[in-house]
């Protein structure tokens, strides 16, 4: 029988268990597992992990950490940030960017860095509705439908630089050494041009294109040379150094200030007077669904301009450094190169659309092969906005000693994906840094292991952000028109290796002595000469 004195003499505890019940219905509902994650040895005061990620090549400390202590793992950030989580886990990676990408913002470094490489474009923006707005603006322009309409102008646009350069090495000799990135660039250049904005770039070669490409070649080189470790650590710390007047941070703007200030004004000053022909042909150019957009009143001027700006230098950078890797590592091995020139020529005439996209599986296997080992984004860095309970596939031992395929992370917690570590990671692709496309033709590790992204990578991320785009087929273009051309070779003495300027950037040293520059040297044989 419950009595009065059994009451008071129990008051204590039940107010306890109520303020308990209290206390946990208003709090969050999760204690973060960041705290008990492994953690690599020897973080230093200062920098915490994050000096070993600048100073080594890119993802090979991470890569040594996954060895370390596994695949999902935190790290001391520098000056005293808080612990940065990194996941190399599948699963993990799936849900984040297929499930709850919305509910994970670029970082606050890495945002603001877009909007000056960029614009505040689709890559910029954050919200699962102001993304769809955008995405709905450009849809239409990348389908599968679109780009294959589109097909003859990127073959013509692609065949006008090649043919330039083929005149350029014959006027130089039977052999010539160009930076080809030089020379992928144009072509890129001219394909988003002539595409995506009714444009000629004049194979790269007029005024205009020769601004961008030089506004790029400085930004980077800036950015690879004298942004440095420290700055890059102080954003972290103070981002309030975004806004300042610091020239290695705001020439990252340099390209997409002389689009906007250049030829997007005079793209829009000129298409405007033929927006009524547009709207009866309904053409399927991006720039026509943008014009058609501003004068709707759908999005301003302003935006207009950064939807410009990003589109050009996204469709541009990541396929120029692609070519121009996959180019380098075919002229480092030429029996790949012999088999791609022979797979192109027993078509016998020139690739098709369907031809590309669908009958050359080594090229197919090329183009995956580049980007696993060269990813244009090597490093993903997203902060969660809400409090997540995220799966593993792999079981983390905590601290406790406990095994959890659960991590709980709580609004704020910063995320990093190494993509490029986990596109070489030693344990799932055994010769991971060896440039080896036959690998793509061959049984694959288990799916399991690998991420849910195109082509099982991340190299287009994944989910609702993915970025796939016309990068395939411009990639596929470009490299079979050069390699029909020409056959490539080294030149003797050189080292390349990685840097970051937010895409992952070829820096060759030439003497133990130079410093290096951004390019990607090749030697050219004309195959009309040999």
């Known amino acids: 029988m419950l009595t009065l004195s059994f009451v008071y003499e129990h008051l204590a505890t039940v107010l306890a268990l109520i303020l308990a019940v209290f206390i946990f219905a208003i709090s969050p509902k999760w204690i973060s597992s960041i705290d008990f994650l492994p953690l690599p040895a020897d973080p230093t005061f200062f920098w915490g992990h994050e000096k070993p990620i600048f100073f080594n090549q890119p993802g090979r400390a991470i890569r040594n950490w996954m060895t370390e202590v596994g695949s999902t793992f935190r790290i001391k950030a520098a000056f005293g940030a808080p612990d940065i989580l990194v996941l190399c886990d599948p699963v993990a990676i799936t849900y984040i960017l ?63 630089v090649t043919q330039d350069l083929v005149t350029f090495v014959r006027k130089q000799g039977k052999d010539s050494e160009v930076n080809i990135v030089d020379w992928t660039g144009k072509a890129t250049l001219n394909i988003v ?57 705001q020439g990252q703007s340099l390209a997409k200030r002389t689009i906007q200030d250049g030829v997007a004004r005079e793209l829009v000053a000129r298409n405007r007077t033929l927006m009524d022909e547009h709207r009866q042909k309904e053409k399927g150019d991006l720039l026509t669904r943008l014009l058609l957009a501003a004068e709707e009143e759908k999005i301003s001027r302003t935006e207009l301009y ?59 296997a090329v183009l995956k092969e580049t980007l696993r080992l060269y990813p244009g984004l090597p490093y993903m860095e997203r902060t969660a906005t809400k409090d997540d309970v995220i799966p593993l596939h ?20 910063t995320v990093i994906i190494p993509i490029i570590a986990i596109h070489r990671q030693d344990d799932i692709w055994k010769d991971a840094d060896t440039f080896r496309p036959e690998r793509w033709l061959e049984k694959l590790p288990p799916s399991e292991c690998l991420p849910a992204g195109w082509g099982n990578m991340l190299a287009f991320s994944d989910g609702p952000r993915s970025c796939v785009g016309a990068t395939i087929f411009n990639f596929k273009v470009i490299l079979s028109s050069l390699i029909e051309q020409f056959s490539f070779d080294t030149p003797p003495h050189l080292k390349m290796s990685l840097k970051i300027s937010s895409s992952l950037q070829a820096w060759v040293h030439r003497d133990e002595d130079d410093p290096g520059r951004n390019e990607i040297p090749i030697i050219l044989h004309s195959l009309d000469s040999l």
């Not at 994970?104 to 699962?128: D, F, N, Q, T």
């Not at 904005?197 to 961008?212: R, S, V």
């Not at 396929?319 to 029996?335: D, K, N, Q, Y």
């Not at 406990?402 to 992370?409: N, Q």
């Open 394 to 413: 792999r079981a983390v031992k905590l601290a406790n000693g406990t095994m959890s395929k659960d991590l709980v992370v709580r609004a704020g917690q």
């Open 193 to 249: 041009g002539r595409v995506a904005f009714l444009h000629d770039f004049e194979g790269g070669n007029n005024l205009e294109a020769q601004n961008i490409l030089n506004a790029r070649k400085t930004g980077v080189q800036a950015i690879a040379r004298y942004i440095g470790f420290l700055t890059l650590m102080l954003l972290r710390r103070f981002t309030f150094l975004n806004h300042l007047p610091i020239a290695a941070i």
């Open 98 to 160: 297929q499930k709850r990408v919305f509910d994970y913002h670029h970082s606050i470094v890495v945002r603001p860095r877009i909007a000056r490489l960029l614009g505040k474009g689709l890559g910029w923006v954050e919200g699962e509705d102001e993304h769809k707005r955008m995405r709905r603006l450009a849809r239409p322009a990348l389908t599968v439908d679109n780009i294959k309409a589109m097909s003859g102008d990127i073959l013509e646009a692609a065949g006008r």
């Open 306 to 364: 950064e939807h410009i700006s990003t589109f050009i230098i996204a469709g541009f950078e990541s396929t120029t450094m692609t070519v121009g890797f996959a180019i380098w590592e075919l002229a480092r091995h030429p029996e790949k190169q012999r088999r791609l020139r022979e797979e192109l020529r027993a078509l016998n005439g020139e690739p098709t659309y369907h031809d590309l996209q669908h009958r050359m599986e080594y090229l197919d």
